[in-house]
């Protein structure tokens, strides 16, 4: 039953795993097309709580802050909001562009998440590298961005091309839906190659793509150059400060679409929009966290280096050009 504008709701108090987050405003609507509100975007975060601090686990994080619901005004956090309790986690970020540094959110247990949540967080934006050498990623993340005329089957077929180069790779991936229409893989690599070189390799791995696909497969760096038909394959998110929706992280969209980890063969027979704060619950308790085993191996990415010096590519990064 939809909550009527003003009825938000008394203050509660939770214990998260023996951390006490008040919750005000719960009853406050922060889907309306649907109907959730806040505590019940606080309950979908409690029911995947392994897998969310999984994935958000001591990387720097950005957060996306919806302080009126997703229909309204959206917040880019960096810097972690004022009023934090002395448990929460930081990591101190400095961001040459500006000259400045910032302290951005931890995440080291559940209670940090649903603080962030009570602070309006909708999305969780994480780093591809962890507090204790941000510098250095240690996950390799494939974007497969559709342009804006493309099919989400050639999103499915395109995932399966990074799948089979992969395995001749030796590499296990790890793919969600990004919560909107597209696919992420996730490869957890050595934490030994700053920015540039991961981007560099993630060019040499998006070309190889694209030479396996030719007809489905973009690589081209101006939007404008792009068949609008086409799956991207963003290689730019590997750069230093570029962040993508973790996994478990819910979208800022009136769907309440949630990106969702998946088996591979799974790929061929879901739609983006089967996962939301609704049916993952379930899902979760069902399956448990798919992503579970990211962090048993990690992997060198020598050899999409040696691809990229095959082909020439630069480690230059002009990404902040578009």
């Known amino acids: 039953m939809?909550?009527?504008?003003?009825?938000?709701g008394e203050p509660?108090?939770?214990?998260?795993?023996?951390?006490?987050v008040r919750i005000s405003s719960p009853d406050r609507v922060y889907f309306p097309e649907r109907g959730e509100t806040k505590l019940d975007l606080v309950n979908y975060y409690l029911s995947v709580g392994d897998g969310i601090v999984r994935a958000l686990r001591d990387r720097p994080c950005m957060l996306h802050r919806f302080p009126k619901g997703v229909t309204e005004k959206k917040v880019h956090q960096k810097r972690l909001p004022a009023g934090a309790p002395d448990w929460i986690e930081t990591c101190e970020i400095f961001f040459p562009r500006y000259g400045r540094t910032a302290d951005e959110l931890c995440v080291t247990e559940l209670g940090s998440v649903i603080?962030?949540?009570?602070?309006?967080?909708?999305e969780f934006h994480p780093w591809n590298s962890r507090r204790f050498d941000p510098e250095v990623p240690d996950e390799w993340r494939i974007d497969l961005d559709p342009m804006p005329d493309c099919p989400f089957d050639r999103i499915q077929r395109v995932a399966h091309v990074v799948e089979e180069i992969l395995d001749e790779l030796g590499m296990r991936g790890f793919p969600k839906t990004s919560g909107g229409r597209g696919l992420h893989?996730?490869?957890?690599i050595a934490p030994e190659w700053g920015f540039p070189q991961v981007r560099r390799a993630a060019l040499a791995f998006a070309h190889e793509v694209e030479r396996r696909a030719p007809s489905e497969v973009t690589t081209m760096w101006w939007r404008k150059d792009r068949d609008p038909t086409a799956v991207f394959v963003d290689y730019n998110q590997n750069t230093r400060d570029h962040t993508m929706a973790s996994a478990y992280s819910v979208r800022g969209n009136p769907r309440a679409t949630v990106s969702a980890p998946l088996r591979w063969n799974e790929i061929d027979n879901i739609t983006p929009d089967d996962f939301t704060i609704a049916t993952m619950p379930a899902r979760f308790a069902e399956l448990g966290d798919l992503h579970a085993e990211i962090d048993d191996v990690a992997y060198r990415i020598d050899t999409?280096?040696?691809?990229?010096?095959?082909?020439?590519?630069?480690?230059?990064?002009n990404s902040e050009l578009e």
Do not use: F
């Not at 939809?2 to 938000?8: C, F, N, R, S």
């Open 185 to 188: 893989i996730y490869v957890r």
């Open 2 to 8: 939809l909550t009527h504008v003003g009825a938000q």
């Open 12 to 20: 509660i108090q939770l214990d998260v795993e023996g951390k006490t």
């Open 304 to 317: 999409l280096l040696d691809w990229a010096d095959r082909d020439d590519l630069p480690e230059d990064d």
């Open 115 to 122: 603080w962030a949540v009570q602070m309006s967080t909708v």
